[in-house]
């Protein structure tokens, strides 16, 4: 599928910018927080693009031990968990993603998408389905 390929560097632009505006807006982490957690997300990038989604995932979590509160970070933690099969938690990242995502209204429309292919595939029992659901979710990021 094009999108995939596409994806991994379209996260680490998408979130190492949202990580610098997150950090201009808050003001209250330090520069080298900003490095470091821009370092994992790019780290995660090349883990999901090699397919580790684990790794990936685990990646972004630390990321977000050093910046909690970065929308786009939750979001792509959301989407891998989506893709993990763990809906509730993709679910749960993606809103807390909303709640942090000030006026960017294409993350919050990402993360409206992220939280209803979540709870389709927790109410059918059934994985997403890659060409509607998870297209649809990662859309935004062309």
């Known amino acids: 599928m094009p999108?995939?390929?596409?994806l991994p560097g379209?996260?680490?632009a998408f979130c190492a910018v949202a990580s610098l505006c997150s950090v201009a807006a808050e003001r209250r982490a330090p520069s080298q927080s900003n490095?470091?957690?821009t370092t994992l997300i790019e780290t995660a990038s090349r883990q999901y693009e090699s397919g580790q989604l684990?790794?990936?995932?685990?990646?972004?979590e630390r990321a977000l031990h050093i910046q909690p509160n970065n929308p786009a970070t939750l979001h792509y933690l959301g989407v891998l968990?989506?893709?993990?099969?763990q809906y509730q938690q993709?679910?749960?990242?993606?809103?807390?993603?909303?709640m942090r995502v000030g006026r960017n209204v294409e993350l919050r429309?990402?993360?409206v998408q992220l939280i209803q292919a979540a709870q389709r595939a927790q109410s059918s029992s059934t994985p997403p389905n890659a060409?509607?659901?998870?297209v649809a979710v990662q859309k935004g990021l062309e």
């Open 35 to 37: 490095s470091a957690s």
């Open 54 to 60: 684990d790794q990936a995932a685990a990646t972004l």
């Open 109 to 111: 429309n990402r993360n």
């Open 90 to 98: 993709a679910e749960t990242l993606a809103v807390r993603s909303n």
């Open 131 to 134: 060409k509607e659901d998870l």
């Open 81 to 85: 968990r989506l893709q993990q099969g």
């Open 3 to 6: 999108t995939k390929s596409f």
């Open 10 to 12: 379209l996260i680490l």
